[in-house]
């Protein structure tokens, strides 16, 4: 189960968006430059591409150190590391209103983890963001910048050295909360709770179903939630779910005596029974290549010595909670015979898992991520830093934008761009998607007005005559711009780790789940591919303006 | 031989626009001139007159709507001329926040240059301006004439061949501006090239080899001081003191020749001097006295 996040599609249209961008600006600047200035027009332009080339040439690690340790010594002698008394204010008194002592360890964990991550993004971030678009302007504003451009300093090296000067002082920040909050977290925990400071590593299948008659469906039955994320299977018939689980033979479990995995299933009782018991299933192991199939006997307790004593062919789910599940590695199958589970049931590292409902006229239900492969466990402070990493680069991709927009506007515009390229990148960007890939029904802007004047719903055709089709043209020309800026906004939703953290998850490096959720490797190469362009427009920003305060 | 330029100015005009480019004003008109090597160099003219846009467009902090600026020998908009010129700019647009060591060491970095050259450089600056004892302070509580010393210091940092002085003596007091004018000096001797705008003319005066001129952004007057200022129809004597009859036997020369005493009267010193001296005294010999009736009493 989860998406890979497409890398070489990625890539491929990275490498198309940079490239007609490019072709787009030198097409407009030569053309623009030759209607103003004649033959000396593009003459111009290119002398400014090759001051440009000579500029980035003599780029000076030194230089872009002295204009990062400036940035630094500016936020801490201006007490931008007050934030920090803030946070330390928010945690004397968070216990106050968090603690839940006697509640579920599993709840507390998620709320104290969930409440200092979120509370650390929610403090550095508005930070980092009023630092970085104040900082160049403030400069130009009281002419201090006139000291630094008439050195031999490059303007990329000013951009570059703002971005890597806020940059650090929100990286300080975030490692010392992250810090605090580690230790408050383990503070506010009681020992039950502390055991649950996990980072849980799942292998994900995909699912798929069979009907009652055995027929095999995508969806499962929906049993009146209108929000299909979890269908559901009906006990006592051949209706199940089906895991197809892939690439297990990369982990080490040749040495393991079971299959450890998890559920996390859902029930639908059509009719009351027994409410101190479970309803049980049974989950049987199946060989993709040769379809043998066998019932997997789940280990139920060990000796001493930590040797399987007893094995159950089925088991009962119980509800909002984890079900761990040893699948012993020593099947029998209905003949009698002895089988490996890894040997004979996992091939060429797959593995297919199918559960079944027993009680007849009741349901269980999941979705792809609720029965995975659970590897050994990471330590909780692996999943912590790395979630923290999400905030750090989700920050560097706001002190970037914040540096840029800084470098042609002033500071209240320059805040106000930044926090909207920042809200439409982390609310609004899969709207703009389904916008723009012409997946949204009901036309565009004008359309859509005309329908709710006109009562129309959005399937119904309009007629085709002149006016309406001046409307959709129009409706196409805004499409087309918003297809020509989406890109301008960074996907963020890659960034938010936070939930793996509090779910005792390990943040995967690829493979988001739920799909198009966080993951490390997506939102590391989203900042790298946005930083480059960003820090060029900047500096191209600086370069060609003139830098007196107006 | 005609020395070589530091800077050419062929033909600069600026106008500043609005932001819907509608013309604004003429700052600068058609402006011509040469600065030679190793001279001091004075740009005069009221304010608005165009002083202080002509330096930043030889800075390339402005962009010229026509004409060209050479500096060094280099287009001003190429970065890499600025290795050899140091700026100081009208107010002292510093860090606030830094001290005067951490100053130093910020536009050493800018150089490049070395750590220890670095810091040798800076200590001998901040020795030479005078603020050793405030190295450590930060430049938020350093009065008016101090930030002019640190941004002169910042201006020097990188041993340039070419100094942009902007308003050079301006908030400094007597002994500063006397000091900046003795800085400027040395300079000259080490064949540096100065290019100072001031509105203060006797500063300019005092240290200017040659001058323009601008009003209302146009070139009115480039030439040396000491021919500009000359009177060639007045001849002016100095001697010892003379008795009143030896005043009317010259009186009497002249007129026999044909001339005639314009006028006959002791010199004397200016307020500067007097200033100077006096704080100069003060500070060999502390204590209190005062000048009554153009006689000093003895230090009490």
Aim: net charge neutral.
């Amino acid at each position: 189960m989860g998406s890979e996040f497409d890398f070489s599609g990625a890539l491929i249209t990275y490498i198309s968006v940079i490239g007609s961008l490019l072709f787009a600006i030198i097409t407009v600047s030569v053309a623009g430059s030759f209607v103003v200035g004649g033959k000396t027009g593009p003459l111009a332009v290119l002398s400014i591409l090759r001051l440009a080339v000579e500029d980035w040439l003599s780029t000076s690690p030194r230089r872009i150190w002295a204009i990062t340790k400036l940035t630094i010594l500016e936020a801490i002698r201006r007490k931008a590391l007050l934030v920090g008394v803030v946070f330390a204010v928010l945690f004397l008194f968070a216990g106050w209103f968090l603690a839940q002592p006697a509640s579920d360890p599993e709840q507390q964990v998620k709320v104290y983890v969930a409440f200092v991550m979120r509370t650390i993004a929610f403090l550095i971030i508005p930070m980092v963001l009023l630092l970085s678009c104040w900082g160049i302007p403030e400069d130009i504003r009281v002419r201090s910048i006139h000291t630094v451009v008439t050195k031999p300093c490059r303007r990329q090296e000013i951009v570059i050295g703002r971005v890597l000067g806020f940059t650090a002082i929100g990286g300080l920040l975030l490692a010392i909360m992250g810090v605090v909050g580690y230790v408050w977290i383990l503070r506010q925990l009681d020992a039950k709770g502390r055991e649950r400071l996990v980072a849980r590593v799942p292998v994900y299948g995909k699912i798929a179903f069979k009907d009652r008659e055995g027929v095999d469906q995508k969806q499962g039955i929906n049993t009146g939630d209108e929000w299909m994320f979890r269908s559901f299977i009906e006990g006592g018939t051949k209706s199940r779910m089906i895991w197809n689980f892939e690439g297990l033979d990369a982990f080490n479990l040749e040495t393991a005596d079971h299959l450890p995995m998890e559920a996390g299933f859902q029930v639908f009782r059509s009719y009351k029974g027994n409410m101190d018991r479970g309803i049980t299933c049974q989950i049987l192991v199946v060989n993709p290549d040769t379809e043998k199939r066998a019932v997997a006997p789940l280990v139920t307790s060990r000796d001493q010595a930590g040797k399987i004593e007893q094995t159950d062919n089925a088991f009962e789910v119980k509800e909002f909670r984890e079900n761990l599940l040893q699948l012993a590695r020593r099947v029998v199958d209905d003949e009698g015979n002895e089988l490996d589970l890894f040997k004979d049931f996992v091939s060429k590292g797959r593995l297919r898992v199918e559960v079944l409902c027993l009680p007849t006229q009741q349901y269980i239900g999941a979705a792809g991520p609720d029965l995975f492969v659970r590897l050994p466990d990471k330590p909780f402070v692996v999943s912590y830093a790395k979630g923290l990493l999400g905030i750090g680069l989700l920050t560097l991709m706001i002190v970037v934008i914040g540096v840029c927009a800084s470098t042609f506007v002033k500071g209240p515009v320059a805040t106000m761009t930044t926090f909207f390229i920042v809200l439409v990148g982390a609310t609004g960007r899969a709207f703009l998607d389904t916008i723009v890939d012409a997946k949204w029904v009901g036309g565009g802007a004008f359309e859509s007005i005309y329908r709710i004047f006109a009562h129309l719903n959005p399937q119904t055709e309009l007629p085709s005559t002149l006016p309406f089709k001046v409307m959709q043209l129009v409706d196409g020309a805004g499409v087309g711009f918003l297809r020509s800026v989406r890109y301008l906004f960074p996907d963020f939703k890659f960034f938010d780790l936070t939930p793996y953290v509090a779910y005792g998850f390990d943040v995967p490096w690829t493979n988001p789940v739920p799909p198009n959720s966080g993951a490390l490797l997506p939102s590391l190469i989203i900042t790298a591919g946005y930083l480059l362009p960003w820090i060029v427009l900047g500096y191209f920003s600086l370069r060609l303006r003139e830098l007196e305060a107006k | 031989m005609e020395s070589e330029s530091v800077i050419e100015i062929r033909n600069l005009t600026k106008i500043y626009r609005d932001f819907w480019g509608r013309k604004k004003v003429r700052a600068l008109n058609q402006l011509t001139l040469d600065v030679k090597k190793g001279e001091v160099f004075g740009l005069l003219g009221p304010n608005g007159s165009g002083k202080t846009t002509t330096l930043k467009l030889l800075l390339g902090l402005l962009f010229p709507t026509e004409g060209e600026v050479k500096i060094l020998g280099e287009p001003a908009t190429n970065v890499s001329k600025n290795e050899r010129i140091g700026y100081l700019p009208e107010e002292t647009y510093l860090y606030r926040f830094l001290n005067a060591e951490e100053t130093l060491d910020f536009y050493g970095r800018l150089f490049n240059i070395p750590a220890q050259v670095r810091k040798d450089r800076a200590k001998e600056l901040i020795e030479m301006v005078g603020l050793k004892h405030a190295r450590r302070r930060q430049l938020r509580e350093y009065s008016k004439g101090m930030t002019r010393r640190i941004g002169l210091a910042q201006a020097l940092i990188n041993d340039p061949d070419l100094i942009l002085l902007d308003e050079p003596t301006s908030g400094l007091d007597p002994l500063g501006s006397r000091d900046m004018k003795d800085l400027i000096d040395k300079l000259k001797e080490k064949g540096k090239t100065v290019v100072m705008c001031s509105h203060l003319l006797a500063d300019v005066q005092d240290v200017c080899d040659r001058i323009a001129i601008l009003f209302e952004g146009d070139l009115k007057v480039l030439d040396r001081v000491d021919k500009l200022l000359v009177d060639e129809g007045v001849t002016q004597l100095k001697t010892s003191q003379l008795p009143e009859n030896v005043i009317r036997e010259v009186e009497e020369v002249l007129k026999r020749h044909g001339a005639s005493l314009m006028n006959v009267d002791h010199p004397t010193s200016n307020l500067e001097d007097l200033f100077i001296k006096t704080v100069r005294e003060s500070k060999e010999r502390p204590g209190q006295r005062h000048v009554a009736d153009g006689k000093p009493t003895a230090a009490s």
